[in-house]
């Protein structure tokens, strides 16, 4: 295999890696630029949407219904999340919003533990077909994986775009007191940011189960890598942040092709460093005026 | 006017640390090293205090400094014979000076959560090194090495036991503390202060913020590095756990337990968050064998996560108590 054809297939594979992220990095970046909340503990939805969809897999049968089911339970978790800890600190520091979400990081990472034990679990992947590129089997799941965050995100955009609570986050995310003030129901627009955001996460989680395997811990690499994600990309901006996802993670595809993959996330840092000191704002934004 | 509340606060800090120099001698082994434990992980969070209580920045990257003091302390104890404490410390402090200097430098040009997460993702870059060189640092096993002996070279040598290593720790936190607090009444600390209070104002007046933050940054760092040092001899080893950025959260959570901005309060927190969680870790075991003398059996409950109610206790706090125990204590004496 020439060089070449290495670095075109760890392309795919950093397509696929980043569109995957960018759906986590989404979730994370529509909480944080529209609610001011960073969420620490968005590493651990991702992880319990896997975990229910490998329940659900496993009692249906159905990845299909899996993904779907894991999305709904986690993000109705999101909303329950949020009226109880997040909805008592509007109005106060962000920072308390770090704090009490790696509060709700550790209660959900301890419970994954205790309720599925240590070792992982295996998510059957829906399709099983492979397509051959330069003598290399290459799975059609991948492929699918990352047309299908594809298709989330954008159905993300369309909801933010057209519908009627679309047009009331974005509202909400310009000025929340004028919103307010014009009626809007700024607290359930923000539950419903959050429970979307958990969503995301959530069947993110299950899409990327059967490339890695599930256990208790894989929530913290992906939130660590979304933050990564979603600074490079600007705070709270959506376009910035998919960028961002599918950049970085192109990154540490080529990296790979040289150090073990472990040691290429440190491409992602300094990444990340080069950015601050660059452009602390994002590097997929434009110069703010 | 204003002697007596400092004539006040002299008494109370002999008498607590007077309590603190004999409580050792009521207490039995264990108990007597989980003291150490407090002691320590209680210089770490009063550390990260200078940076969320003065300056108005919230850290979670402090595993990096507390981590790498570890890890310089186990290279010196390693690679020097006889192993010197005191080259422990200086090797020590000097890893978690350049790291903290490294981290200073990119991460105060960013404010509030943007700092946050910058020190968070960096304490991170020095845990995956950390991990994966397996050659110098011994990877995810980290290091072992032998305790040293207290002692001056050519004077004298004894052997640390844990009551005598106990008193050590106090008397560095001690030094410690009388060096941090004399540090925030400074003009120095005086300024930081304003940053927290108004950061445009305070560069309007004229002080060079950003200089003052990288000096506060590693300040901070070194007093991290310090509580690393003295974690690595109290434990004789060095691992990457130590890095990630968990302890970092657990810092801060530390802080917001005992109260911000008073130096003392993190080491509250520190004994408070430490203490629960291990009457939590034995409490569900002995539930659970108390059910099973009565004939009812609860499956999981032995194994319960401790960590779950000490979270929820964490979540709680943050949301009702934002000034911590202390701040609490403090509105409920005043009353």
């Known amino acids: ?289 | 006017m204003t002697r007596r509340p400092t004539f006040l606060f002299w008494i109370g800090f002999c008498a607590v640390l007077a309590l603190l120099i004999v409580a050792p001698f009521a207490l039995p082994e264990f108990w007597r090293r989980f003291l150490a434990e407090i002691l320590i992980w209680g210089l770490l969070a009063m550390s990260s205090d200078i940076l969320i209580g003065y300056t108005g920045m919230v850290s979670f990257g402090h595993s990096a400094f507390f981590g790498l003091g570890m890890y310089g302390a186990a290279a010196a104890l390693l690679t020097t014979r006889p192993p010197s404490l005191w080259l422990a410390f200086l090797y020590g402090l000097l890893v978690a000076a350049a790291v903290a200097a490294f981290v200073a430098y990119f991460s105060t040009r960013l404010r509030d959560i943007y700092f946050a997460i910058t020190t968070l993702i960096f304490s991170q870059i020095f845990y995956v090194i950390i991990f994966t060189w397996t050659e110098v640092t011994g990877g995810e096993n980290g290091l072992t090495f032998s305790r040293p002996a207290l002692g001056i070279p050519g004077l004298f040598s004894l052997p640390f036991t844990t009551l005598t290593l106990y008193w050590f720790v106090l008397a560095v936190l001690t030094a410690s503390y009388l060096v941090l607090r004399r540090i925030t009444q400074s003009p120095f600390g005086m300024v930081l202060q304003s940053i927290r209070e108004n950061e445009a104002r305070t560069r309007a007046i004229g002080y060079p913020v950003e200089r003052y933050k990288i000096v506060a940054v590693m300040l901070s760092g070194l007093f991290a590095g310090l509580a690393g040092v003295l974690y690595a001899i109290q434990n004789r080893f060095a691992a990457p756990d130590f890095v990630f950025f968990v302890v970092s959260g657990e810092t801060v959570i530390y802080n917001i337990m005992g109260g911000i901005g008073t130096l003392v309060g993190p080491i509250v927190g520190a004994g408070a968050f430490l203490l629960l969680r291990e009457g939590l870790s034995r409490l569900f075991p002995y539930l659970a064998s108390v059910a099973a003398q009565h004939g009812i059996v609860l499956p999981g409950l032995a194994e319960f996560p401790h960590l779950i109610p000490l979270g929820l206790v964490f979540i709680a706090m943050v949301i009702f108590m934002p000034q911590g125990l202390l701040g609490f204590a403090r509105r409920w004496l005043n009353k």
């Open chain 1, 1 to 289: 295999m020439t060089l070449l054809e290495q670095i075109l297939i760890q392309t795919i594979n950093g397509i696929v890696v980043g569109m995957i992220l960018a759906l986590v990095a989404s979730g994370l970046t529509l909480i944080f630029g529209i609610m001011d909340v960073v969420n620490f503990a968005h590493g651990e939805l991702f992880m319990l949407g896997a975990y229910v969809g490998v329940i659900t897999l496993a009692g249906t049968g159905s990845f299909w219904l899996a993904l779907i089911v894991a999305t709904l339970m986690i993000a109705a978790l999101g909303a329950a999340i949020h009226v109880t800890t997040l909805r008592p600190l509007l109005g106060r520091d962000p920072l308390n919003t770090i704090l009490a979400t790696f509060g709700v990081s550790l209660v959900l990472q301890n419970y994954a533990l205790w309720q599925f034990g240590p070792v992982a679990r295996k998510i059957q992947e829906p399709i099983t077909g492979q397509f051959t590129l330069f003598y290399l089997d290459y799975p059609w799941y991948r492929v699918m994986i990352a047309l299908l965050s594809a298709a989330i995100i954008g159905g993300l955009w369309l909801f933010l775009k057209f519908s009627t609570y679309g047009v009331w986050i974005r509202a909400t995310t310009q000025d929340r007191l004028m919103a307010q003030a014009m009626g809007i129901p700024v607290p359930r627009v923000l539950t419903i940011v959050f429970a979307i955001g958990s969503g995301m996460a959530a069947a993110s989680g299950v899409l990327f189960g059967p490339l890695v395997g599930v256990n208790h811990a894989m929530g913290l690499d992906w939130v660590l890598k979304a933050f990564i994600v979603v600074v490079v990309g600007g705070m709270g901006n959506l376009v910035g942040s998919i960028a961002a996802a599918i950049f970085v993670s192109l990154m540490e595809a080529y990296a790979s092709l040289w150090v073990s993959p472990s040691q290429a996330i440190i491409v992602s840092f300094v990444v990340l460093i080069l950015t601050l000191l660059i452009r602390p704002t994002g590097l997929f934004v434009p110069t703010p005026k």
